[in-house]
């Protein structure tokens, strides 16, 4: 059975950080692209961050600079590292495994950033 488990979201005020992982399992990890999408309220869900399972990268331009995908294949976990969040960065994020044609969504993790 295919899991992917978000952990690390919460209220953070603007300007705060957050550091969001997604634990994956029964998946071979190491032969995925990871991603974290997310999704606000009234709006579609949007890619975030991509990580390819070679190591490669890539952002959305709302993001670039602030925002960093990383993965640890010994440990199936992938993580989002958030800086210098805004109000604008609330939504549900979505951890997502890809590959070929086989996709997996995690249940999402709900970030909110407001004084």
């Known amino acids: 059975q295919v899991q992917l488990v978000e952990s690390g979201g919460g209220l953070v005020q603007p300007g705060g950080s957050l550091r969001l992982s997604c634990a994956a399992s029964g998946i071979r990890f190491n032969s995925y692209n990871m991603g974290w999408y997310r999704q606000a309220p009234g709006k579609q869900r949007e890619l975030v961050a991509r990580?390819?399972?070679?190591?490669?990268?890539n952002y959305a331009d709302s993001v670039k600079g602030r925002f960093t995908i990383s993965r640890d294949n010994a440990k199936n976990t992938v993580f989002l590292q958030m800086n210098s969040l805004k109000p604008e960065d609330t939504a549900v994020y979505y951890c997502?495994?890809?590959?070929?044609?086989?996709?997996?969504w995690g249940q999402g993790t709900r970030v909110t950033v407001s004084s």
């Open positions: 997502n495994a890809a590959r070929v044609t086989t996709i997996y």
């Open positions: 990580i390819t399972n070679g190591g490669g990268t």
